[in-house]
């Protein structure tokens, strides 16, 4: 029967390659392993589709449609922690299956979209400031919402220990980053190294978990880990890591 690629494919969930419609609107890609998969598609003067949860069985084909809409806007104005308006910011809106980016313009205003409606969150960063966040944003399908985003100091900045793998991560401007790798530990064998930044863990996005949800994500593995990593020098890598079982009891 038809499986959940996203979860069961240890490469992640499978991506069709981009193409165009044919001018009656008709598309066509393939082969394709079988599966569940998420069709996306936008055009200049409309808003984007999603269509989720069409499943692909081998040995026939699949028929399935993409409704472009309207979309939905998200606006508002970014502002740095003492509260004055921020410039330049860049600003996300992550959802599961899509994403948009715009920078704040004179006054910390921005616009970004369009997006198909559902629940996102809307991330916005700088290079001096800890990153703004709201989740479980609820976009429309068309129209615009109001969602205004302050950045915080870094001096707020939160740290997570991470036991299962031996390491400490960090909130910084760039992202979440290693702070600390113990010596034999599970981390330090996988090839972490302090000021490694996290991109994601277990094929999810790190900034969209936040600290709390990246630690937890480490914690919770019980056979090896995938993670993303970018080291200062720019250059991203792979690493997997097998967490360490529970702690002995009376054991601190």
Sequence with gaps: GPRDVGKLDPLGPPHLQPLHAQPDGRFRSGP??????TLA????????????????RGGRDTTADVRLDGGGWVVGTV???LGDPLEG???????????ASARSHAGGAFRVGPAPGGTYLLLARS???LPARVADLQVPDRGELR???RLRAVDRAQTQVVRAVGASIRETPAGLTFVEVRAGSPAALAGVQVGDRITTVDFQRADQL????TAKAFE???VQVTAEVVGPDGHARSVYLTPAGPEPAGQP
């Design 89 to 99: 910011a860049q600003v996300r809106l992550l959802g599961r299956d899509w994403q």
């Design 210 to 213: 936040g600290v709390a949800g």
């Design 41 to 56: 598609g936008r055009a200049p003067g409309h808003g984007p589709g999603v269509t989720r949860g069409v499943v692909v």
């Design 127 to 129: 290079a001096t400031n």
């Design 32 to 37: 394709l392993r079988p599966g569940t998969y």
């Design 220 to 222: 919770g593995a019980s």
């Design 147 to 149: 969602q205004d985003l």
């Design 79 to 81: 502002r740095d922690p």
